[in-house]
């Protein structure tokens, strides 16, 4: 088993709500014994307790680790009684937009191993992706630690600046809501142009899942991909001319739109 350390000592998951619990749910598929989770929240759903984890129950003294997954305008009510747990011996996981690992520090104290983490709710799926970087005191056996945990729910880089960590947000944190949003948007159109809604969505959907799983598994480039749809003076060619429009097409919108979360979450750091 992987994570014997975190069987033995035990997990806190404060907040267990769409990302925490999504987390967990990877984590146990993974091999964490549901008996060493402990569940932080005030209002738990019932899968929790029906799978011997337990809930809102009293704290282990040093758990193996504590991920942190509530909204950053909860972290001031949910932090301070994790700083007994700040010795050093626990690792500190927060998955929370735009709250700094100086922020946490302030917290947990100057001792405590903590790591940023910025997944997606592909996660839910096993098919995420998770960016982290880790404090001065997070060495490399914690980062280890961390990416094996995360890695039950995607894939995991690692950041070489905490200040990355905006724009990465900006683009696959944020990023599931964007293709969703681009299915609703291919659905609406389908339908402008005479078909029906179940047919759209379901066009919408596989077209975009396929498209999806061919540029990541596929050798060529995503402009390849593109370009292998495209004949000359066809169909594509028509659509692409508007998406690709670099004045107000899809570039600009994208740059808007990445931009703005990644302000947003500059802005959240800021408190
Ligand atoms: N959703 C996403 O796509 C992503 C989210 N994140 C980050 O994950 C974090 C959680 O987001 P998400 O899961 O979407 O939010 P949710 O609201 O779904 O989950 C947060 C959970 O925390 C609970 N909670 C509130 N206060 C406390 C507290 N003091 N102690 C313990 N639990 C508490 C909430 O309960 P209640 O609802 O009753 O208040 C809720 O169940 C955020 O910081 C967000 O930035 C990161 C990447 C992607
Ligand atoms: O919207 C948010 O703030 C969170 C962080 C990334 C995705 N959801």
Sequence with gaps: MEFEDVARRGLVLIGCGKMGSAMLRGWI??????EAVWVRDPSPAPWLSEAGIRVNAPLPETPAVVLIAV???MMTEAL???????GGATLFISVAAGTSLATFERHLGSKAPIIRAMPNTPAAI??????????DRAGEGHLDLAEK???????????EAEEQMDAVTGLSGSGPAYVFHMIECMTAAGVAQGLSEELAL??????????????????ESPAILRENVTS???????GLKQLMNKENGLPPLMIRTIGA???RSRELSRG
Excluded: C, F, H
């Design 232 to 238: 000359p003076n066809g169909t594509t060619q028509a």
């Design 126 to 135: 096993g098919q995420g992706i998770t960016a982290m970087i880790g404090n």
């Design 80 to 86: 301070p009684d994790l700083a007994a747990m700040g």
């Design 29 to 34: 598929d993974g091999g964490v014994p549901p």
């Design 202 to 219: 379901e066009l919408a959907k596989i077209t975009v899942a396929g498209a999806g799983a061919l540029a990541r598994s596929a050798e």
């Design 149 to 159: 945990l995360l890695r039950a729910i995607g894939e995991v880089v690692r950041l």
């Design 261 to 263: 979360a990644a302000e």
């Design 71 to 73: 909204k950053p305008q």
